[in-house]
Every structure is written in C-alpha cells, then in structure tokens.
DNA sequence: TACGTGTACAGCAACGTGCC
DNA sequence: GGCACGTTGCTGTACACGTA
C-alpha cells in the first residue's frame, strides 16, 4: 500500500510501487537475502579453524549413518582452554556449541551475540533488561486459538509470515509471543478437523438413534472454474437436535431444554470428474452418504435447480427440492419475459432489448461517452463520480433493476447527450422502429390529439424511451 | 505479474547421555 | 551435580516451479 496525504491506504501494484521516487528495485544494497549469502555468523569472529573432519551421525534419527563436515574452533580469547591443541568440534554450519562455550568463557560477549541474532530468542529491550521470546511448547495453546481465529474468520495461513507485519501486530500485546509456522497451523488443523468429525458422527449417530431414517435435511451446490477444468463440491448436513440429547453427548448444560440448530459441513471435495453428470454426483453423494453413516438420512435434499442435481436426485431416490432464492430469481426472469419459451412477457422483454442497446450505444461511441461526460460535469459531477449507463446483465435477476435506476438517474444527461436538449426531443433524429402497441396505446390516451404525423409520433416515442 | 506450493537447509535451543 | 558432546525439533528463509 502507498500513502500519501491525498489516498491514505491506496492500493497499487508492486510494479508501479517500485517506480515510486526513491525505489529501485534492483538495488540489493538492504536486501538481507543477498547479505546472508556472504556473512557468517558473528559468533564465528571470535574462534579461529583449526582443522576440519567427517562427523557420521549415530542414534536412530533421521539423521543416523548420515555424515557432515566436522569443523574444529579454537577459541581467540587469552588463556582459554579451548585452544588449538585442544579445539571445539562444530558439526555443519551449526554454531550451537561455540554459543555453550562462550557461555562460560566469555558470558557478557555471548549475550550480546544472542541477542544480536535474529535466530536466537533471546532479545534486549531499550532499557537493557534482556527477555527470551516464548518457546513452542508455551506457545502451543495461544497457536491452537490462532489456527482457530483464522479458520473461523476465513483468514489464510499465508498470513503466518514474518514479513507482513502480523508478528509486529501480536508482539505489540506481548513481545515474548509468536506466531506460528505453516506447517505447524496445518497440523493444528488436522488434528481439529478430526476431533470435530468425531463430534458430527456422534451427533448423526445420536439423531438417527432417536427418529430414525429419515432424519436430516441438506444442502448442496457445485462451483466450476471458468476454465471448467475442475469443480468443487459442497454438502453440509441439517440438524435439528434435541437440546438435552446434545447436553448429555458434550457433558454440558448448556443446550438443555432447548432445540438445537446445527448444520455442519460434511463434503467439501475436489470434484475430481471431468464431467459432473448426474450420475457422477449421485456416485459422488452415495461416497459421502457412506462416510457419515447417512444412507437413507437425507429424503428431499435442497439444491439448486440444475438437471444433473435432478438427475442425480432421481438416481439416488431422493425427492429434489430447489432452493427458495433460485425459484424466486427464476420467477423474476419469467415475470420480465427474460426467460421461458414463448416469453410470458414480451413487451417488457422488447423495451428491456432497445433500452440495453440505447445505453450500450455510449460505450460504443466516444463522441457519445464525452457528450454524457461532459454533461454530467456540467451538472456539478467531480470527475471521479461520473456514471456510464448500465446494461441489462443477462444473468443476474436483479439485472434489469439495476439498468433502469442508473439510467433513471443519469436520464438528464443522457437525454442531453443524445439529443442536445435537456428535455430530449430532437426531431432531427426519429425512432427507428414501430411502436410497441402498449406504449403506443398509451401516448395516444395521454396527447388525446388528433392528426398527429409520424415524424411527431417518432419524436415522442424518443422522448418516452430516454424518460424510461 | 503476483501468488501458491513444495523442498531444502541454515541457525538456533532443548534434550538426552555419559563421564568425572 | 556439572560439564561436554551428540541428536533432535522448530522457525525462518531462499528458491524453483506452476498457475490464476
């Protein structure tokens, strides 16, 4: 994020970040990467090599039978035992017993190396009091709720990095605290995930044992990426359980006399089909049916209206429901002719066709995107305000909504654009189609005149589409 | 171009073992 | 019990490669 005194927070790419005054992206003069590469560590600057070895670890570690180069430090202080008749063996690049040995040879130098280290938790405040950061094990149950605040929150475990400033953020409450690697955050997980898998199946069994199949309600839907090269499935299951059934399951008080909502996730999977037909689903949906103990549990699923979960439905002898809010927004497209063969609406549909190309017209003319720029500017617009006309989107059920209000409320400037008056009517410019027979009824009942030309009639009905 | 994922490894602390 | 030494575990980082 860039800011500045006129966008606070302003977003950009890291391309255009890097061509900001004073970056230069291929200067490594404070990249620590590069400086690591060369620099060894400080610690080292206080032993001398003496020789070097072969080290073959044994025990039966992962590391057992396997060999290392063995370096051999003299230690540079005066009069130390450690000297080069008598030299330190370090394994590897490791500096952890030149560390023990300065410990008691030279204390003060080792803490100061220490806590110079960005490896090492220990650490030196500002007052010189030293503090060590907390180890894993201390660490463990605050990570646990970590994992859990961002599983509950949808928040990503790339997160868990030094260089985003999450490790400022939780050391600004406490400085010994860290956050945890990873690797570690996706163990954590597993080990929740199967804990509360446990719980879903002593529940399911719990329910089953008391109303018998069936007893459960459920939802499902399908996602495909645009590439259609893999689909996600998800299925959670619907509950209604009894209150002090659950109390006595979970040892706890808390759901008594109560009826207990509960809808967990039970598939989320990687549809691993390339055809998602409906009798890959049902197959699918018999696998997890299996999983949870739910044969026979689910009677009338609810999904949406696609024929392969229809298909799929019918398969598995279950009664198909479809989702409220895809029935409501099939109907919307119904009612507005949009969908359905013949259209139940086509009036409506023929005024929604010429009113998306009227408002389409702007995006394909310059001369016609400047003339509604400039009038809405000349309205008192700041530039950043300026509206374009919107275009039905075919898809969405609130797409016809959405057009008619943004070009109801940019209707004086478009009105300007396109005919050059503010009440627009040009008679330089007529309608190029026939009246629809409801909107012309309806202008012949508001003029009551008589004689009328077409050139006027045209005119009008320009003026009543633009109104719209 | 930026981001996700997997792998390797450096650097350190902690723990275990044996000797004195 | 203190010390020396060996082994193991954890974190952080670099880097390669694939992909939206």
């Known amino acids: 994020a860039v800011d500045d005194p006129d966008y606070k927070g302003f977003w950009t ?54 060999t290392q180069t063995a370096y051999f430090f003299a ?61 894993f094990q201390e660490l463990l149950p605050h990570h646990i709720r970590y994992v859990e605040k961002c599983f509950r929150g949808f928040d990503h475990f790339a997160e868990t990095r030094q260089d985003n400033g ?51 309600g459920s939802q499902s839907d399908l996602w495909s990426l645009k590439s259609a ?34 809808s967990p996730i039970i598939a989320f999977d990687k549809f691993e089909s390339s055809r998602h037909t409906g009798a890959n689903l049902a197959r699918w949906k ?33 009664e198909l429901h479809v989702c409220l809010d895809h029935n409501l927004s099939r109907a919307v497209l119904y009612a507005s002719g949009e969908a ?7 009036e409506l549909k023929a005024f929604t066709k010429r009113s998306a190309a009227q408002a389409a017209s702007f995006s394909r003319s310059v001369v016609n995107n400047a003339a509604l720029q400039d009038a809405q500017l000349e309205a008192g617009k700041h530039t950043n305000e300026l509206l374009a006309p919107k275009v039905k989107n075919t898809t969405h059920w609130t797409g016809l909504s959405e057009m008619c209000n943004r070009n109801r409320w940019i209707g004086p400037e478009m009105r300007l654009a396109l005919t050059g008056e503010a009440d ?17 009824d309806a202008l012949s009942d508001e003029s009551g005149s008589e004689g ?17």
């Open 13 to 66: 790419t890291l391309t255009l970040f890097n061509e900001l005054p004073g970056r230069d992206p291929d200067d490594k003069t404070d990249d620590k990467s590069a400086d690591k590469k060369s620099e060894e560590p400080a610690i080292k600057k206080h032993f001398v090599l003496v020789s070097t070895g072969t080290h073959t670890y044994g025990g039966s570690g992962r590391l057992s039978g396997k």
């Open 452 to 468: 009328e030309d077409q050139e006027e009639a045209n005119s009008r009905v320009t003026l009543f589409v633009l109104m719209s």
């Open 340 to 346: 359905g063969k013949p259209s139940q609406n086509p």
């Open 166 to 216: 999450l490790l400022d953020w939780v050391r600004g409450f406490e400085r010994r605290a860290g956050v945890p690697a990873r690797e570690t955050c996706l163990q954590l997980l597993e080990i929740m995930e199967e804990w509360l898998d446990e719980r879903i199946q002593m529940m399911i069994d719990a329910q089953k044992g008391w109303l018998g199949v069936p007893f459960a």
């Open 75 to 135: 230690c540079t202080k005066a009069g130390c035992p450690k000297n080069h008749t008598n030299p330190l063996k370090q394994i590897g690049s490791g500096t952890g017993q030149l560390f023990v040995h300065l410990d008691s040879c030279q204390p003060i130098l080792a803490k100061q190396l220490r806590a110079a280290s960005k490896h090492s938790p220990v650490n030196i405040d500002a007052d010189g009091n030293e503090y060590s950061l907390f180890s």
């Open 424 to 440: 627009g009517i040009s008679l330089e410019r007529a309608a190029p189609f026939a009246l629809p027979a409801q909107i012309s």
């Open 286 to 318: 018999v696998q997890v049916n299996e999983k949870w103990k739910l044969q026979g549990a689910v009677k009338v699923p609810t999904e949406d209206g696609a024929s392969n979960n229809k298909l799929a439905c019918k398969i598995n002898g279950q």
């Open 229 to 262: 090269r893999a689909t996600f499935g998800c299925t959670r299951l619907s509950l209604i359980l009894d209150g002090d059934m659950l109390s006595a399951l979970l040892s706890t008080d808390e759901y008594k006399g109560r009826l207990v909502d509960c």
